[in-house]
Every structure is written in C-alpha cells, then in structure tokens.
C-alpha cells in the first residue's frame, strides 16, 4: 500500500519558520517505552522528537509553578528520541519537557503519552500506578457478553448524572457519584447506578471522561461547564471529575472506582474518545515536541481542519497511528474499558481503525468498537481510505451511527420544523426499512428512496448503531416539540414512545441518550456543549413525572434482550428472515420476523408502525395473530381484531406473535 503522507510547507509552532518538510523521513520508534516509566530505583523518561538538536527534561516541586527546581540535559538516543534517567524513588514530583528547533526552545510541556497529571494537566506527575488500584481491582471482572448486537447502549455525562440537587447522590459531579448505589429522587425512585441497573441496559458510554482542556481544576466553586470534546492529556481521567484534582493518584483510582463498581452492578464500560483532533493546536502537547507532524497540512501549508476544531490529526503517520493504538490498549490494560466511541470517526484512516481493532480484539474478544462515520469539513485524504458511514463494510467489527434512520425518525436535525416518520412526515418509510435491516442488503428496501444512503453500507448488523438522538442536536423530546409544535402532549408522548420503539425493535446496536426514558429536555438547547448545568442536569423529577414512559421503555429493552429475533447477527439471517407486508396505508410499516430460525420461542412475529396522526386499517387478518406487545400497554395480550383487517391506533408500535 502506497504512503499517504507527503512532503508539505509548514509554519512551525514556535520558530515562525516556513520551511518543506518530509514527515516520512522521520524515523519511527518501535519501542513501548515512551513517556515515564516509573519504579522506586529510578524514573526512566523517553519522548519523540526527530527534529530536536536539544531536548531537557524539567522538574518541578509543584503542579502550578514555571519555576524548574531541577534541568536535566536529554540524551539523543535511537530513532528520534531523548532519554533521561533520575535515580532514586522520584515519586510524588512533576514534570515537563522541552526541545529546541531551528534554534529556539518549545514551551514546556508533558508529553502526549503522560498517564497521571497535577491540577489542569499542565504538568506530569511520578506516580506509582500499582497505589491507584482500589480495593479489589484485581479480581475485577466485565460482565458476561457475547455479540456486538446484544449490546444496549446508554450514553451518559459523567456530571450530568448527578449534579442536579434531585439526584439523591452524595458526588455530585464526580466519578464515584456514579458509582454510589441506592440514590433515590425525592419521590423514592431510584437514580444513577441504581436507575441505569434498574433500566436494564448493558453498556455505560461515558462522555469524554480523559483529562481536557476548559475546566478550571483549580477553580471547581465556580459554574463551570463542558461536554469534554477538548483533548488535553488523552491518558489520564478529568480532573474535575474526581474529588482532589491536585492529587495525580485520586482521579486514576476514582474512575477505576466507578469501572469497578458498574461491572459489578453488570455494566460495560465504554470510553467516548476524541483522537481526531485537540484542544490546543500550535500550543498542543505534540504540536511543541514535534512541529507539524501529527497534524495534516492542506496544500498551502496550513493546519487542515476537517473537524471544524482548528486543526485535524494524521493517523496515518506512523507515530500518531502508534500514539492512537497505544492510548487504547493502555485503557483496555489498566483502566478495564470494554469499548470505544470514536468521535468524528472519519477523519482517521480505515488501515488506522482496523489495525485498533485488531489488537483491541486480542485482548478482549468482546470489546465494542464504534464511531461516527463523518468529518466536519473538508478533508485532505482521499474519501476511499477513511472509516467514513459508506466504508463501514470495509471496517473490522466497528460500527458506524446511522443517521439515516435518526432522521428517518425524527427529522433532519439540521432543520429543526422538519419532521420525521413518527411526526406524520409522508415518504420517510424506506429510510426507516433501511434502519429495521441495520443498514443490510435487504431485498425489499428500495434504497433509492432512502433519504441519504442510496446503498446498503453494513456488511454485517453489527456495523451499525441505530439511534435517534445523542448528546449533539436536540434531544429527542424538545425536536418534537418543535417539529411536532401543534400536537397535544399526549400525541408526542406517543411519538416519543414510537421512536423509541423502532430503535429498540430494529436489527443492529442500539443507542440511547440518558434521560430519554422519561423524556428529558434541555430546553431547546441543541448545542449545550458549555450551557451549563441549568441545561444539561439530568432533572430526576422527570422519572417521577413520565414514570409511564420509563416503565414502557424499560419493558422495550426487556423484551428486546429476551428476544434474538430483534438482535439477529448476520446480514444473511436479516436478508432472509425479516419479510416486509408490502402495499400498505402511507406512513405505514409492517414485517414479519421469522423468530423460530433465529432461536426466538415467539416462532412467528409481526411488527407493525404507524407514523400516522389517525389510525389505520391494514391488509391483515388479524385473528392470525395475538398482541403481545404496544405503545400503550407494553407486554400485554391482546384480543384479534376483524378478520382480514388490522387496525392499528394513531403514533403506535403493536408487536403480535402467530397464534
């Protein structure tokens, strides 16, 4: 395979001299012993800078001071690295680096491979990591699993969960908030770890929960709030997140913590990670050691910016391809991750991706692996060697979200009036077909009418995750709202019990958006990345106040766990066993699953939506079939209907199996 890298003018960081270099001259270190490796007989430091003349390691007595206490001259050593050792236990101190180039010294700074940090992260810290277990981790163990499509996902805040006075939790805000069992909201109903327990999802996907950028650790009194799509130090937890940010080892043990206690409550742990740019970029942690290198360049030179965050970084070179392999292994090997988002997942090559998962797999044979199969802007390497949605078939056991049924469902999030299946909005059926098969061949979807991927792009279910909304966008209770705004409250309940129910029922992963079992809103809010906690607090009266809607969306994801026929795990089994009841009323869709092939003791199912503001009578003999599941009573057994006719309420989702 031909080298996607090129020789390209760049302005360095801190010289301001232009100057062509070729990136792949640079020689590549193999070695798995870059940044501190720490024992109490000595600290042994290694970074990456090829272009360095000079390089000093910098020892401080405290995280906050620019005043070195001791400098210590780098060693030039093999394949463009610098060495140093200190003797004696070093434990407790800080530390940085700096490099000098084309006759000027960087900024100094940790290195990008530093796993514990004082308060903000601008220095590293000597820690002995075997002191930052709790109590037991050894025997720490994820909970059972065994197909990608058997995963429930449920994307979560790590602040969001707690932080609201409601919330019964003692941590506000913090990792082992989380991890607190028996929290309960004011009318006695049960809140974090119990609550997500007690919903019945498998997998816990934390928001950015690495150390980033624009949360004053120092400062933490004061309103303060971000998503965490900044990366700082991509190797080490969020300060703010733990209950002495000032203490290196409290933010590594509080995070195992929580790990720990959501496996031993039966929860995965999956990591959102964003490898596909940083927070600072002349002034970023590998931008000062090595100018330009992890970054592309457009033709003129400049900073490439595909993720719309000012810069994007290069997995295809080789020491960024490393850094991205090594970062998650180490999560997996120390922190016990089970799986990975990988945000704006598009800008990395699929070599990058598969290589991840390849060695992800070796060490854990069910971790799960997926991202979002788009960039935010223009990107200089070619569309056809990127993990973009429409390569998802060339991705190794990685998913990729569907925004094809997301708006199928709801509306182009782009727009907000728009509507979608749920909200009576005319020709959306085949984009929600498209959604049912995971985005599988499937020989009765016309995909010409799908409303953005005019082919199949999933080879298998599990290269899909089907959902209808996250934390980017409008939640999916304020887009109806908007959309649907002359509906009654209680024909958007439905709507919202629709959705939901079409992303539960459908083939692949599905993924929910915490606090969307009881209908949560943000108030309008689409983009509340920095709104703070008056926006983003999960408000735990709301369980109380839409109990009905948490109850039905709970019995969804029981029945879809006791069910393999909503989890089948092969495009051929999809192809082959789902049958879709063609010439329906629009805003319509019903199919058959044959359960019985896929081990399923409901041998013959039947599902069927209505999109419509009125009920519908459809083509079926009813008294061939008995209700078993509905929006409006969830498990239930339903008497038949009229013989030859089906008839089916308004913004409704009815589940029969064959008498």
Avoid at 18 to 23: F, K, L, N, P, S
Avoid at 103 to 115: C, E, I, L, M, T
Avoid at 152 to 180: C, P, T, W
Avoid at 328 to 344: A, S
Wanted: charged fraction near 20%; include cysteine.
């Amino acid at each position: 395979m031909k080298k996607l890298t090129m020789a390209v003018v760049l302005i360095t960081s801190f010289s301001g001299q232009a100057q062509v270099i070729d990136y792949n001259a640079y020689p590549v270190y193999s070695g798995s012993d870059l940044g501190l490796v720490y024992s109490s007989r000595q600290s042994a430091f290694r970074i990456w800078s090829p272009p360095a003349d000079n390089a000093q390691l910098l020892i401080y007595k405290e995280a906050l001071t620019d005043t070195a206490s001791q400098v210590v001259q780098m060693k030039k050593n093999a394949n463009g690295t610098w060495t140093a050792i200190l003797p004696g236990d070093q434990k407790g101190k800080f530390y940085a680096f700096r490099v000098h180039i084309n006759g000027q010294w960087s900024k100094a700074v940790p290195d990008p491979y530093v796993k514990a940090v004082g308060v903000n992260g601008k220095k590293g810290m000597i820690i002995d990591l075997k002191q930052t277990d709790p109590v037991g981790w050894e025997n720490d163990k994820s909970p059972a699993f065994h197909s990608p499509t058997d995963a429930i996902i449920y994307e979560i805040h790590v602040r969001d969960a707690s932080i609201a006075s409601n919330s019964g939790i003692k941590n506000k805000g913090k990792f082992i908030g989380l991890a607190e069992p028996g929290t309960k909201n004011p009318d006695g109903l049960s809140t974090g770890l119990d609550h997500l327990k007690e919903l019945g999802v498998t997998h816990i996907h934390l928001l950015p929960s690495y150390d980033f950028y624009s949360i004053n650790e120092t400062k933490l009194n004061s309103p303060q709030y971000n998503w965490g799509y900044e990366p700082l130090n991509y190797n080490v937890p969020e300060g703010s997140y733990c209950t002495d940010p000032y203490n290196g080892v409290s933010r590594i043990r509080e995070f195992k913590q929580l790990v720990k206690t959501l496996h031993a409550n039966g929860l995965r742990v999956v990591m959102d990670v964003v490898y596909n740019h940083t927070m600072l970029t002349e002034n970023s942690y590998f931008n000062q050691l090595v100018p330009g290198y992890y970054y592309r360049q457009t033709r003129e030179g400049k900073f490439s910016n595909a993720t719309a965050c000012g810069n994007e970084t290069a997995s295809e070179r080789a020491m960024m391809r490393k850094f991205m392999l090594e970062s998650v292994k180490y999560w997996v090997q120390e922190y016990h991750i089970d799986g990975f988002r990988f945000d704006l997942m598009g800008v990395h090559d699929i070599v990058t991706m598969n290589l991840i998962s390849k060695e992800l797999h070796k060490i854990k044979p069910d971790i799960l692996l997926y991202g979002e199969g788009w960039t935010a802007g223009s990107c200089p390497l070619p569309d056809s060697v990127r993990a973009l949605k429409v390569n998802a078939s060339k991705l190794d056991r990685i998913a990729v979200f569907s925004d094809d049924i997301r708006d199928g469902i709801k509306g182009s999030v782009f727009r907000n009036e728009d509507r979608g299946f749920v909200s009576g909005k005319p020709g959306m059926e085949e984009s929600i077909k498209f959604g049912i098969v995971a985005s599988c061949q499937h020989p009765q979807v016309d995909y010409s009418k799908v409303n953005y991927s005019k082919a199949p792009y999933a080879a298998q279910p599990y290269n899909t995750i089907t959902y209808a909304e996250c934390h980017d966008n409008h939640v999916l209770w304020d887009k109806l709202a908007i959309s649907a705004a002359n509906a009654s409250e209680d024909e958007r309940k439905r709507m919202d019990r629709l959705a939901l129910s079409i992303m539960l029922t459908s083939q692949g992963i599905p993924f929910l958006h915490a606090g969307t079992e009881f209908l949560r809103t943000k108030k309008g809010n689409d983009n509340s990345y920095n709104a703070g906690d008056g926006i983003n607090a999960i408000d735990w009266n709301l369980k109380t106040k839409n109990k009905d809607v948490f109850e039905y969306i709970k019995a969804l994801i029981r029945m879809r766990k006791e069910h393999p026929a909503f989890r089948m795990r092969t495009s051929e089994q999809i192809a082959s066993q789902i049958s879709f009841i063609n010439k329906l009323p629009p805003g319509t869709i019903a199919y058959t699953i044959n359960g019985a092939a896929v081990g399923d003791r409901w041998n013959n199912i039947l599902v069927v939506l209505n999109g419509n503001s009125k009920a519908q009578d459809l083509p079926i003999n009813a008294p061939d079939w008995k209700k078993v599941f509905s929006i409006a009573e969830g498990f239930t057994t339903g008497t038949p209907g009229i013989a030859g006719t089906l008839q089916v309420a308004a913004y409704s989702c009815d589940i029969y199996i064959k008498k």
